[in-house]
């Protein structure tokens, strides 16, 4: 079996990539530059706002450097693209040259049909969060902001060109832990996809297929406009980056996700 993987440059696109790595599976890499992990406050903040921006981008720095490590990425045959030259005809011609069995993408912008086209395998994307109810962007700080941490979790899908809306492969759920923080939660759940990814590849090399969940609902899709600076009062100053805690202590509703698994 041969997989090529689309990601992104993040400490946790890299992860993921040693993973398959592991596999001897993995037979190309490509690489989306995305954006600078530690962004710039947004102008007009006000001086409190701004600290607590830049408090909340540290700790996920620092959280994915605690669990992730590094940016180090496997050896194997690599290509590094920005992110106007993802669909472009250098990725088309490295996908060809691997004629992979799966292509999976995690962290990286819209990949065009053309482009799916050319792979004639399964072709899967990795989600950070639950489809179908957190779909789109920052879907790992949602589940924290509405009190519900334990529906923190990974989806591997369908690509489609649908965003995160194809039939769902295999889901996992982070383990709570007490005194983890928001960034600390959504390192655990992608640590745990990771963990499981080489079961769910050989599943599927021993089953050539596999069941999977179709979406009954179109769930809630979140747009990165979604989000403002101000959502982190809550995580940071109502609960001091404790909403775990507070969910172990019973503090919360007490509900768990229904996770589609293939194990």
């Known amino acids: 079996m041969k997989i090529a993987f689309i990601t992104g440059s993040h400490p946790r696109h890299a992860m993921m990539a040693r993973a398959l790595a592991e596999t001897g599976a993995l037979a190309?890499?490509?690489?989306?530059?995305?954006?600078?992990?530690?962004?710039?406050?947004?102008?007009g903040l006000s001086s409190d706002l701004e600290k607590l921006f830049i408090h909340h981008f540290q700790k996920r720095k620092d959280a994915e450097t605690r669990f992730f490590s590094s940016s180090d990425l496997p050896r194997v045959k690599t290509l590094h693209v920005t992110k106007e030259d993802l669909n472009g005809e250098a990725v088309g011609s490295f996908l060809q040259s691997i004629n992979p069995d799966?292509?999976?993408?995690?962290?990286?912008?819209?990949?065009?049909?053309?482009?799916?086209?050319?792979?004639?395998?399964?072709?899967?994307?990795?989600?950070?969060?639950?489809?179908?109810?957190?779909?789109?962007?920052?879907?790992?700080?949602?589940?924290?902001?509405?009190?519900?941490?334990?529906m923190t979790g990974m989806t591997v899908h369908d690509l489609t060109m649908?965003?995160?809306?194809?039939?769902?492969?295999?889901?996992?759920?982070?383990?709570?832990?007490?005194?983890?923080?928001?960034?600390?939660?959504?390192?655990?759940?992608?640590?745990?996809?990771?963990?499981?990814?080489?079961?769910?590849?050989?599943?599927?090399?021993?089953?050539?297929?596999?069941?999977?969940?179709?979406?009954?609902?179109?769930?809630?899709?979140?747009?990165?406009?979604?989000?403002?600076?101000?959502?982190?009062?809550?995580?940071?100053?109502?609960?001091?980056?404790?909403?775990?805690?507070?969910?172990?202590?019973?503090?919360l509703e007490q509900t768990d996700p229904d996770l589609w698994r293939q194990f």
């Open 102 to 150: 799966i292509l999976l993408s995690y962290g990286v912008h819209m990949l065009s049909e053309e482009t799916l086209s050319v792979v004639h395998g399964e072709k899967w994307n990795i989600h950070g969060g639950l489809s179908p109810w957190y779909r789109g962007a920052i879907t790992h700080f949602w589940p924290s902001y509405f009190l519900a941490p334990q």
């Open 162 to 251: 649908e965003l995160d809306q194809g039939d769902v492969v295999h889901q996992n759920a982070a383990p709570l832990v007490k005194g983890d923080g928001i960034h600390d939660l959504a390192c655990r759940a992608v640590q745990g996809l990771a963990t499981e990814l080489p079961k769910l590849l050989q599943v599927y090399s021993e089953k050539k297929i596999l069941q999977k969940k179709h979406h009954r609902t179109s769930g809630r899709l979140w747009r990165s406009k979604d989000w403002h600076p101000s959502h982190l009062r809550l995580i940071y100053d109502f609960y001091n980056d404790r909403i775990v805690d507070a969910y172990l202590a019973g503090e």
């Open 28 to 43: 190309g890499l490509i690489v989306e530059q995305r954006e600078e992990h530690m962004p710039l406050p947004p102008q």
